[in-house]
């Protein structure tokens, strides 16, 4: 009687178990395709907009006189919003706070910012193109999940699915992108239910944009990488903690620029003309066109040690007035700038190679600025070399904690303390 | 007036920041310091357990013989945990039942499984050397806190830190033990305050273990990396999909034969005796001596393909029972010989590359146990082969999902749905 009862025991056990797997098998079947579909669409989108950066790049590098409709896009670009009625833009703060809460991402989010960033790069604005891409993809996600009617926690998915499906897609990075997303939204929670459809979604907007639309997915090569001895220690740990200052400092110009010429000149019309103008005046000033556009040359050349020491700086400037007038853009792209000229003018001081020096100061920076650790970490391995990983170990770990509670994206949260094992939920710092 | 306003407020607030700054940079100091210690502490404590590893392996080698003392041994071991009064053994557990709760990891624990574990090997009892890595570097940890006077918090942080400068020493892999102490307490939340502790002690501990003591890190080769085409996703996608049901069963197992023998047999000692008599008469049934002890030179021979098919379920079979009836040491290793057996037997039969399915398989057979996906990545990377990374990334996050709710660690929390982004902040199944 015990072993029959025993028996029947394990076999209802078994039947209740494959239930569990038999769902379990749905859900996973389901994520796969909603995924490829994800990586597919945002993926062809997101290629759409690189090729279309590409030619604004070449079109603002071929006739130099471009740069004088500065104004005239400017004014356009505030009309096109007001004209979508979206007057206060978050940018990609509209996105994490959809994630958060149970808002949405208005779908016209993703032509607009396609356009407007597009326009920007073209007369040559300072801005990066990943904030674009995040908005692009997060909007995507969103509207593909209210077609589909999924409840709010899919969506929330379907979301950061979209933002790495672009990302990767723009920048080749698909494990950083995966990664990124699930790390940005709240810092110390890991939604790993994302993980599956974000990696699937961003192979497959990789493999897309490289192989089917032609995209290269950018690399910068450190070469010579040394052993981590006691003397390449110290020079780690100074451009770290330059660079975690400096990423501070990044995040309170560009809010305070945009606080301040918002308080300054009400009329966003007239804010973007005059952003305009100053953009024009500096660059004749500064009498180089090195901090125009995204500046992946500029980036280039300060892997070879070919920079000035005072490139990071001038970038800051030229990307606060430019995001802070009402142009549009991403602050990922110049944060990598300010780190490799910073990281590379270092490095040419102390003698050691620029390029590991400029990875790492785009590490540090990249860290500092988005407080993504483990995205950082990623990121390093797919743009730079992967040997130089201890190197990018330490540096990130020490920029995640110096930079403090500043950060790009005012509506990130930061769940634990950087410096003890405490609950703190609170929002970045914007700045003020 | 205004203009005096404004600067006094601007003041006060570069006063408060600059208090701020100071407060974070001692914090940042008393870290590294921290670090520093526990990692050269725990990094030699863990060099000398690898060599002593190293020693019993190679003597259970040599003197064929010695297995027959393993239910002596047995009983040795049980002797030893009751003489320290530990009757009920919570392996691994007691650890992360600290750093959830507000417990400590008693200090005799390091000794214990330290001996233990050497012990288990000399003989030729199947079992892992991490579990031993990850107490000792626990308790050191806890210790050294409670010694300085330290709060509960960074107590946490401490045990952490331990935990990754051992596992670091032991398999010389920095990045993925650092990233594995802060991943695998509570999956889905990440202490991100134990970053740059975690990431500093194992460098530490992975340097003083290679240069000084000479321990060479563990590494896998797989050779010729395919481009990833439809039909090797195929075959990640069946590797991946068997071993996270294999990994769900692997767990299964273990818990069950813990139990069972338990039950069937209540004094521990005679318990550990029939284990103890079981491995010697399983060993000479089977006739080969591939599944005692951590079967590192097995797993090596697997990314050759030279495997048997079932080598996957007679290692764990040996492991259930050495663990199951008291003998001491790591799941983890027994799992990657689980992954590499199986993985390689997978690759012959389909005609792949056999060292590329023996990494993916270790990768998820690691990942479905650990439910870590993040420091699998890692692990991949630095055991492996970096540019594998598309297939790892693929396989790791299928295994993720699949693999349900079961795992290693009884007390090992999951925060969110593997399926849903719905906080569920549930215990792993431990088979049951």
Sequence with gaps: MKVLEWCKKEIEQLTQKSKTVGLQCIMFAKWIVLAVVVGLLVGAFGSLFGVCMEFATETRFRYAWLIFLLPVVGLIIVALYRSCSITKDGGTDIVIDTIHN??????RVAPLIFIATVLTHLVGGSAGREGAALQIGGSFGDKIGRVLKLDLMDRKVLIMCGMSAAFSALFGTPMAAAVFAMEVITVGVMYYAAFLPCVVASLVAAHFASEIIGISPESFHIINVPDLNLEMIAVVVLISIIGAGVSSIFCLILHKTSRGLEKLVKNSYIRVAIAGV?????????????YNGAGIDVIKRAFLGDVVPYAFLLKMLFTAITLGGGFKGGEIVPTFFVGATLGSAIGIALGVSPSLCAGIGMAVLFCGVTNCPLATLFISFELFNYKAVPYFLLAIAISYVL????????EQKIMYSKYKARYINRNVKDGD
């Design 102 to 107: 149970s808002g949405a991402v208005p779908f």
């Design 278 to 290: 100053a953009i024009i005046c500096l660059t004749f000033i500064v009498g180089s066109r090195d």
């Design 403 to 410: 930079s403090g509670y500043s950060g790009l994206y005012g």
